[in-house]
């Protein structure tokens, strides 16, 4: 444990590889049901749109 390139955090790009089709089903089912959830659909394209494009 004293090895230097040893992290005890895990990083972001290793929570993404491990949980990689969580994500997808979760953008693909918020993607599918946005009009249920959300009403303001002009703001779900300008703001929360391009931030789970750039999740996932």
């Known amino acids: 444990m004293n090895d ?3 992290s005890s955090k895990p ?3 290793q ?3 491990q949980r ?3 994500l997808l089903l979760f953008a693909l ?5 946005i009009g249920i959830f959300l ?3 002009p ?3 300008k703001v ?3 931030i789970n494009m750039l999740m996932a």
């Open 20 to 22: 990689k089709y969580e």
């Open 48 to 50: 929360i749109w391009p």
């Open 15 to 17: 929570f993404l590889q």
């Open 11 to 13: 990083s972001i790009t």
């Open 29 to 33: 089912v918020q993607h599918l049901f």
């Open 39 to 41: 009403q303001n659909l």
């Open 43 to 45: 703001l779900y394209t």
């Open 4 to 6: 230097p390139g040893y």
